[in-house]
């Protein structure tokens, strides 16, 4: 099970954020109980019942679907859901300390920093331009960004699902074809932290960054496309990101 945009429980998720953006609780939650009963599988599960979670009002129902959305998460128990561990463990031992169950809190506490800061990921990882590059050519920061163009990238960002790669390389400047190359670092990287708990638990959509330059070894040419309409709402959706970006 890999993150998917397009898919329908993601939507409703996506939706209820926005809902939440425009101050607009009671109509998010209600998205959110909706992505639940549409769940179908044990990764939409995990990511609805964390949504759900946080619109609780009482700290005992909290609790109840953090540890839902825990379980479902260990069941999968993949590369992107354990990126999550941290922050799941933190709102748990929350809970439990708004309980007064010390001992749990503390517990849970400890497991989300057994968790942080722990990459397990071996990929394949991609990188998506509109760049015309050859096997052993190395990408390197220091280039404009492909959202801001006025800021100098420090970090070369890649991933481990493909089809992300894809959407880089759709939105990517230039005016040549989409490449999506299979890319190896040469040093250590770290979660991209402009998406990492930003939205969604953890980093489901297997995002990395990296100061060290990545070595192509190879390209993919099957991916699912971008539509027209569909690249340009998310070129819509990034000028009107006011975010800051974590360079």
Not at 61 to 68: M, R, S, V
Not at 94 to 114: G, H, M, P, Q, V
């Amino acid at each position: 099970m890999e993150f998917n945009p397009n898919n329908n429980v993601v939507k409703l998720c996506v939706q209820g954020m926005e809902l939440e953006g425009n101050d607009k609780p009671e109509e998010a939650s209600r998205l959110f109980l909706q992505a639940w009963n549409e769940a179908a599988n044990d990764f939409e599960k995990f990511i609805a019942a964390h949504f759900v979670a946080r619109h609780q009002k009482n700290v005992s129902d909290k609790l109840k679907w953090f540890e839902t959305a825990l379980q479902f998460a260990l069941k999968i128990n993949n590369d992107a859901v354990k990126s999550a561990f941290p922050s799941i463990y933190l709102n748990i031992a929350k809970c439990y300390e708004d309980l007064s169950d010390f001992d749990s809190a503390k517990r849970n506490y400890e497991l989300a920093i057994l968790f942080t800061g722990k990459l397990s990921d071996k990929g394949p990882f991609y990188h998506g331009t509109k760049a015309d590059l050859q096997v052993g050519d190395l990408l390197t920061a220091g280039f404009g960004s492909n959202y801001h163009h006025e800021i100098i990238m420090n970090h070369i960002y890649f991933t481990a699902i493909v089809n992300g790669a894809g959407l880089a390389a759709a939105l990517a400047k230039g005016d040549g074809p989409q490449r999506v190359y299979i890319v190896e670092p040469t040093g250590s990287f770290e979660n991209d932290p402009n998406v990492t708990d930003k939205k969604f638990p953890g980093n489901l959509t297997r995002s990395y960054r990296t100061q060290a330059p990545l070595k192509i070894v190879g390209e993919v040419t099957d991916w699912i496309k971008q539509t027209t309409e569909d690249i340009q709402k998310w070129r819509e959706k990034l000028s009107n990101n006011k975010g800051e970006i974590i360079n």
